[in-house]
């Protein structure tokens, strides 16, 4: 009996020697220290043998037992170390490895220049003043002394809106510039003192919409940035230096600006002004049109019955005015040829700004 305790003993040892998982160990924990494992049944055994036989015999077999079990513990300890091992081995991480910059968006590049333009303005004390897109033929043409008959108002230069109503008092039009945004504001202003209503200095940004082919140099949509200045003894001398402050602080302070005469209903005197060609310095060049001068603006002095219709007496007041396009600055900055660019939400060309 007892060579057959110590039989069992060493080969369960053995077999436990060559288990390398958890599952293997359970089966073996089954088969060597289970109810029926062969060392049980000496235990059951034990009354079956001669009274002097089994003090020995029973000692032996819970040496046995507490060996296996001890085997066992140790056994088990083993495998959950190298499963800890493996574990961490497996999922290890470099905490020296610099983090993963979640993707940004970006600003799109209409707003950027939109934003550079106003941040300047609002350095030389414009305040902005935003109105609305959809706007009544009134506003965007009447008021601003554009006449019936004025070739602004053909059908090919702006989008009429159908608003559906029964009441048509008002003929709706998407605003074809920023322009009627200066009556708005001159109301608004007026207003709030109609006797001697407070000077205004702001600028007016927004959305523009003209019923016009779509091709490299002229979409159905595009913003603009009006700038309105209306107070006592404003002249066109303040417009003039106004705006060639401007380009320098847009364009650098090199900058050479040029004032042509012009024609706007809504102005005059009026003017188109020009920067010297920032890529050919002036000598010509395609950018230019050989011309060595891009046009970036139209301005001029309020005309009096603009005035008049925003509430201000243009015997006691005057103002200048000026739009300007950020998109059209932008291509010249950048040297885009193509303004769909704007509007295609191609990533290739929006991720480069
Ligand atoms: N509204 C004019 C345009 O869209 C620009 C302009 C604004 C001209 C203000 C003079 C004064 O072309």
């Not at 069992?8 to 494992?37: F, S």
């Not at 029964?166 to 605003?175: A, I």
């Not at 205004?200 to 200045?229: D, K, N, W």
């Not at 401007?246 to 600006?257: H, T």
Request: charged share 25%.
């Amino acid at each position: 009996m007892l060579e057959k305790l110590s039989a069992l003993e060493q080969q369960a040892l053995e077999a436990l020697e060559g288990i390398t998982e958890e599952q293997a160990l359970e089966a073996w924990r089954v088969a060597h220290l289970g109810r029926n494992a062969p060392l049980m049944q000496v235990f059951s055994a034990l009354a079956t043998l001669p009274r002097e036989e089994r003090p020995l015999v029973g000692q032996r077999a819970n040496q046995v037992k507490t060996r296996l079990e001890q085997a066992f513990a140790e056994k088990q300890r083993q495998l959950k170390e190298a499963w800890l091992a493996r574990t961490l081995q497996a999922e290890r991480l470099d905490v020296t490895l610099p983090g993963r910059r979640p993707p940004l968006g970006r600003l799109h590049p209409s707003t950027q220049q939109l934003r550079r333009v106003l941040s300047i303005l609002a350095e030389m004390g414009f305040q902005v003043f935003t109105s609305r897109e959809v706007e009544t033929d009134e506003y965007n043409f009447q008021l601003l002394n554009i006449p019936p008959h004025h070739p602004a108002r053909e059908m090919q230069d702006t989008f009429y809106v159908d608003a559906g109503l029964k009441d048509d008092t008002y003929n709706w039009v998407l605003r074809t510039h920023t322009s009627p945004g200066q009556i708005h504001a001159m109301r608004y202003f007026a207003a709030l003192n109609p006797q001697d209503p407070p000077p205004i200095r702001i600028a007016l940004p927004g959305m523009c919409f003209r019923y016009e082919q779509i091709t490299a140099r002229s979409e159905i949509q595009f913003h603009q940035v009006e700038g309105l200045v209306v107070g006592h003894h404003v002249t066109f001398s303040d417009l003039k230096g106004t705006l060639v402050d401007f380009c320098r602080r847009m364009f650098g302070q090199e900058a050479r600006v040029r004032f042509r005469p012009s024609y706007f209903p809504f102005t005059e005197p009026s003017a188109e002004v020009d920067v010297e060609c920032f890529v050919c310095g002036g000598k010509g060049c395609s950018v230019c049109k050989y011309s060595g001068w891009l046009e970036i603006l139209g301005a001029g002095m309020v005309h009096p019955v603009v005035l008049q219709n925003g509430g201000y007496d243009p015997q006691r007041y005057t103002g200048f005015a000026f739009g300007m396009g950020p998109e059209r600055q932008f291509m010249l900055r950048y040297r885009v040829e193509d303004i769909r660019f704007f509007w295609s939400n191609d990533l290739r060309f929006l991720e480069q700004f």
